[in-house]
């Protein structure tokens, strides 16, 4: 089967600004993969999800830039853009000490930033290779987006990859479906819930000795799904 581009070499940026100018953005660069998070929340966010690209927009300078120093004190490979809510040289300036990459005044357009984040993913740093643990015989290569099983790789497609990247990396975490929705799918999907539960089944086709019976993705009745850290069979 062939791969998709956009999975092998997903373009990555988390950011805080708002649903509607996430919306905007995406239509300027659809190939952008956009994640939104809460101001305070973006270092913690960005440690999870690892994107390429962090744009910061935050009303509160000096919050902002508490936010870079948590990401570069740890080690977190994305480039930073600050987005500053003046013009003014001197918080510029801050912000580049801070060690963002580039700091731009929150009044820049929109048209302008995608070309802006276009620019730092060409030069941003390779991506490190990640493998997550699934079960006892699993592991999830998460830039490739596949799933090595026994030996074999088995293909996923992305939001099947995305899906179990977020279950991998939370085990023992019930995640409802609106989470799942919110985190895989993004904040402004409109989506349906029992997609989440599509997926899933089709997750479990991959992972589970027998689907219909599953030891490590599990439904947690009433609330939503969690991945096993050890198989329900050993407890």
């Known amino acids: 089967m062939l791969r998709s581009a956009r999975a092998l070499n997903a373009a990555r940026v988390l950011t805080s600004l708002s649903a509607s100018d996430i919306r905007s953005l995406e239509a300027l660069a659809p190939e952008l993969e956009i994640y939104q998070a809460e ?11 690892q ?17 870079v120093q948590l ?5 977190a490979d994305a480039r930073i853009l600050f987005l500053t809510p003046s013009a003014a040289e001197q918080e510029r300036l801050l912000a580049l000490e801070a060690g963002v990459d580039e700091s731009l005044a929150n ?17 941003a740093r390779p991506p490190r290779r990640t493998r997550l643990p699934i079960g006892d015989s699993m592991q999830l290569d998460v830039e490739r987006r596949e799933l090595l099983r ?23 975490q019930v995640h409802t479906r609106d989470h799942i929705l919110e985190r895989v799918w993004g904040a402004h999907h409109d989506g ?8 899933v089944r089709w997750l479990r ?30 407890r």
């Open 107 to 123: 009044t820049v357009k929109l048209s302008e930033l995608a070309g802006r984040i276009r620019l730092l993913l060409r030069h």
């Open 150 to 172: 026994d030996g074999d790789w088995i293909h996923l497609r992305p939001k099947e990859a995305k899906l179990l990247e977020l279950f991998a990396r939370t085990p023992d």
């Open 205 to 234: 086709a991959k992972i589970e000795p027998h689907p219909h019976d599953p030891i490590w993705l599990v439904t947690v009745r009433g609330v939503g799904y969690r991945l096993e850290a050890v198989p329900l069979t050993k």
């Open 51 to 67: 994107p390429r690209v962090v744009v910061l927009a935050d009303p509160d300078p000096a919050r902002g830039l508490r936010t």
């Open 192 to 199: 349906d819930p029992r997609t989440v539960d599509v997926h």
């Open 71 to 75: 990401l570069r004190a740890a080690h």
């Open 39 to 49: 101001a305070g929340d973006l270092a913690r966010r960005a440690l999870d999800l």
